[in-house]
């Protein structure tokens, strides 16, 4: 029996559709999901890098003073604005008395009246000493018994008794008093030092309580910059380092700052390290409180050591590496990274040699998996 052969139709078919299935396999493979990932390329270098920390910070005040009632109240009225300087000792605003005024003019009279009653006692204790002192007089000549001599000098000393008393009531009046008008005075809100309204936080009628502020004031003295810097490099950040400062208003001016001190408290969330960058007192123009600024740092030359670009430090399950760019292959070989400098170079401490190549930028995420083609540059990344 005679195998059949393929229709004259089926052969065309199939010729026609073989191009367009290798066609479609090669640009799946070259272009499409399964297509090798482009990747630039660079080299672990042998060099110096003179090191530097960037890190980003606001303008905060060194000393803040926010001012308040004491005891809870009204605000009655404020004498400042926002933006306006003051002198220490001004007043910036007061408080509603409420009933102090009239426990003031309560305790005045009950000064009175204690001090009136003082002077009762004094011209008893005045009489009674007259008293005890002719009764002993005409005791000594019997004049008089024993027992009214010793009736005299009892009542001498009851009216010393009532004396001291009074004095202690008048004492008491008096104390009362001075706090009630430690009490009205503290209405008054006083500026403590020379320095700038920064904030109204109530408004005359407002009720607060006590130790609310008010009014808050900053010492234009006192700016500094609040930095965070990456803890991954900020190997060599220490108090007395030269700062360069960039307001975000005034990005073309750089301001010359100090590194003040490291806080010893860091961010766990951000892992980032704080540090305090005095602000140039001298500056004509004050920046706002929380302005965004760029501060700079650089350090001292450094001896040559394996140097790779910052770009091709990756973050890979939790540990920080480089790609090694294998043929075709990637693998990912763990570091430990040192300082960087401003020009996008890292020291790497530990984990490469010298002369091995590295991928520093990719057109998308790589992983072990990936399928690579080195090429000069990537269309959109700068390098």
Do not use: C
């Not at 950040?237 to 490291?262: F, M, N, Q």
């Amino acid at each position: 029996m005679k195998r059949p052969h393929p229709g004259r139709r089926s052969l065309t078919l199939l010729a026609a559709l073989l191009p367009l299935l290798v066609l479609f396999v090669y640009v799946v493979l070259r272009s499409g999901p399964l297509a090798p990932i482009a990747v630039v390329a660079g080299t672990v270098e042998m060099r110096s890098i003179s090191p530097a920390l960037f890190g980003i910070g606001n303008v905060e005040a060194r000393h803040v003073y926010r001012i308040g009632p004491t005891t809870a109240g009204r605000v009655k009225q404020l004498h400042v604005q926002v933006g306006d300087r003051v002198r220490a000792g001004q007043v910036l605003g007061e408080m509603e008395p409420v009933d102090l005024d009239d426990r003031l003019r309560v305790q005045e009279a009950m000064i009175q009246h204690a001090d009136a009653a003082l002077r009762e006692a004094g011209a008893r204790q005045t009489y009674a000493r007259a008293q005890a002192t002719r009764y002993r007089s005409l005791l000594e000549i019997h004049a008089v018994s024993e027992e009214a001599a010793a009736a005299r000098e009892q009542e001498q000393q009851i009216a010393d008794a009532g004396v001291a008393a009074a004095r202690q009531e008048l004492a008491r009046a008096r104390a009362d008093n001075q706090a009630v008008l430690a009490q009205r005075e503290n209405l008054r809100l006083l500026a403590p030092v020379d320095a700038l309204v920064a904030a109204r936080d109530a408004e005359p009628g407002t009720t607060v309580v006590a130790g609310q502020a008010v009014i808050e004031l900053i010492d234009p003295q006192s700016l500094w910059i609040n930095a965070r810097f990456d803890q991954v490099g900020a190997a060599g950040l220490a108090a007395g380092l030269p700062a360069e400062i960039r307001l975000r208003s005034r990005r073309d001016e750089a301001l010359a700052g100090t590194v003040i001190r490291i806080e010893p408290l860091a961010d766990a969330v951000t892992e980032e390290t704080l540090a305090k960058v005095s602000f140039p007192a001298q500056s004509t123009q004050l920046p706002p409180i929380g302005e965004l600024a760029e501060v700079s740092l650089s350090l001292p030359a450094l001896p040559p050591s394996l140097v790779v670009p910052t770009a091709a430090l990756r973050r890979v399950d939790g540990q920080i590496g480089v790609w090694l760019v294998e043929g075709k292959r990637l693998v990912f070989r763990a570091v430990r990274p040192g300082l960087r400098d401003l020009d996008g170079h890292a020291q790497v401490l530990e984990g490469l040699a010298a002369g091995q190549r590295i991928l520093v930028f990719s057109e998308q995420a790589v992983s072990s998996h990936s399928r690579i083609h080195v090429v000069e540059r990537i269309a959109g990344v700068a390098r």
